[in-house]
Nanobody
């Protein structure tokens, strides 16, 4: 019922910036919270940031002050602006939309930060 399409990943040097996008389609009326997760090789998938329909945002301590989650409800898109990137930010980043019926995931987009 909900499809999530991510974009914006890539290779960047430490200190650089990237903006990830996640476009939602389908039964988007069922979406309240939107989340970004990341998973590094050999690591657990970790919650990075969440944002409500009212744009109330929460962040993991490791990204607070550097990442900004936002959403454009008219475009059905959630963003993750990543500034001051560090090598430890290297991971596959996933968009997530928990709904009453299902928990939807994007395909993931690779972010690699070089030293």
């Amino acid at each position: 019922q909900v499809q999530l399409v991510e974009s914006g990943g890539g290779l960047v040097q430490a200190g650089g910036s990237l903006r990830l996008s996640c476009a939602a389609s389908g039964s988007i009326f069922s979406i309240d919270l939107m989340r970004w997760y990341r998973q590094a090789p050999g690591k657990q998938r970790m919650l990075v940031a969440t944002i409500s329909r009212g744009s109330i945002a929460n962040y993991a301590d490791s990204v607070k002050g550097r990442f900004t989650i936002s959403r454009d409800n008219a475009k059905n898109t959630v963003y993750l602006q990543m500034n001051s990137l560090k090598p430890e930010d290297t991971a596959v980043y996933y968009c997530n939309a928990p709904t009453y019926g299902n928990n939807y995931w994007g395909q993931g987009t690779q972010v690699t930060v070089s030293s």
